[in-house]
């Protein structure tokens, strides 16, 4: 299921009177489903002004594919704007269920910006690649680790209290059993042996176990890990594995989220990709900055059903706006993990200089 927005600045007055109903998930969206959601609200951030050379200068419709989750929490300021349609550009924003969808649009050029997982971008532009040069690039990283140690408990306040414990989890084979097996060796806890992780097909199964199991340890992502703990007074976040990755002394990120852009697009429309990411990061500013009036962009959008989960769920989403010379440095250990764990998970091997694209 997708949901696109899409306005220019003409059609705004026209598009308001439509009622067309596009579901994404569970939560139900519309045209001026981000507009409307914060109505009695100021605007999350100041529209740019233009000068008298901009006003007329020809806009670009910038066709962007987001996920229904995390990733995308950062894009609903300007997801909002697009909707009012007074962004630098035009926006037409979809989103996905799943990556999988996303991946052939980029591929055959029907979107031109994409936010994708970490290593997928990387697998996406290792494909795609030719010898005239990548199809493909990373120009920000737009969330960082979402993933969080829970426990139906207070015993557990660092890794290395997981010895001896089982730990439940999703994502065997993916990012996140590499993340918590590099981290646990990092406590110096050996996985299998000093640490016992169960891997589940499905997060709802972790939540179950969490819930019904005094003493459960689990890894959930974000949002997921602030609604269980909404709903169940027993159950805490007892280690936000970002902040681990940092204080176990990581010169990297972890990292959860990229944008992407086709080079040729970035080649051909150079300002609209700058104005994209110039809106982007004050999107991603006012949604860190006014989690309250994001929360309510986040139910309309779709990502998740409660104003009150989305709001706690922002900060532990890490929501961010690294590009240029922050790109790079943020990315590449992180790759490097998921390189050393499953060359695969990468796309068989780390990703060269030209993956990372600084639109300066």
């Known amino acids: 299921m997708v949901r696109t927005v899409r306005w220019s600045r003409g059609l705004v007055a026209v598009a308001s009177a439509l009622a067309l109903l596009v579901g994404c998930g569970t939560a139900p969206s519309s045209p001026g489903a981000l507009a409307s959601a914060t109505e009695a609200g100021p605007t999350p951030f100041a529209a740019p002004s233009a000068t008298p050379s901009e006003q007329v200068a020809e806009r670009v419709t910038v066709r962007v594919a987001a996920l229904s989750g995390p990733t995308t929490i950062g894009l ?27 991946v052939p649009l980029l591929v055959k050029g029907e979107v031109d910006v994409a936010l994708l997982p970490a290593n997928l971008a990387a697998v996406v532009h290792q494909q795609t690649r030719t010898d005239d040069g990548p199809a493909v690039q990373a120009v920000a990283v737009n969330t960082l680790g979402v993933l969080s140690v829970l426990e139906h408990g207070t015993a557990v306040a ?27 060796r990092q406590s110096g806890l050996t996985p299998g042996t000093d640490v016992t992780v169960e891997y589940r ?15 459960a340890v689990g890894v959930l992502p974000q949002p997921y890990a602030t609604g269980v703990v909404a709903g169940h007074a027993d159950v805490r976040v007892a280690i936000d594995l970002t902040q681990a990755w940092t204080d176990l002394g990581n010169t990297s990120r972890l990292v959860t989220g990229v944008t992407v852009v086709r080079t040729a697009f ?48 922002i ?22 993990v998921l390189h050393a764990a499953q060359p695969k998970s990468v796309g068989g091997a780390m990703p060269g200089d030209d993956f990372y694209l600084d639109v300066g």
């Open 266 to 313: 970035a080649a051909e429309h150079p300002q609209a990709l700058a104005d994209f990411l110039a809106d982007d990061e004050e999107s991603v500013a006012f949604v860190n900055d006014s989690p309250a009036q994001a929360a309510e962009l986040v139910v309309a959008a779709g990502i998740v059903q409660a104003a009150p989960v989305a709001q706690a769920a």
């Open 201 to 215: 097909s499905e997060a709802t199964e972790v939540a179950a176990l969490l819930a019904a199991t005094p003493g």
């Open 315 to 336: 900060p532990a989403c890490h929501v961010v706006h690294l590009t240029g010379d922050e790109l790079r440095p943020a990315l590449e250990g992180y790759l490097s």
């Open 76 to 102: 609903v300021g300007l997801m909002r704007e697009a909707d009012a349609g007074t962004g630098r550009q035009d926006y037409e924003v979809t989103t996905y269920g799943t990556p999988d969808e996303v």
């Open 158 to 184: 660092s890794l290395s209290d997981l010895r001896g414990r089982t730990v439940y989890s999703t994502g065997k084979g993916a990012s996140p059993q590499y993340v918590l097996e590099h981290l646990l």
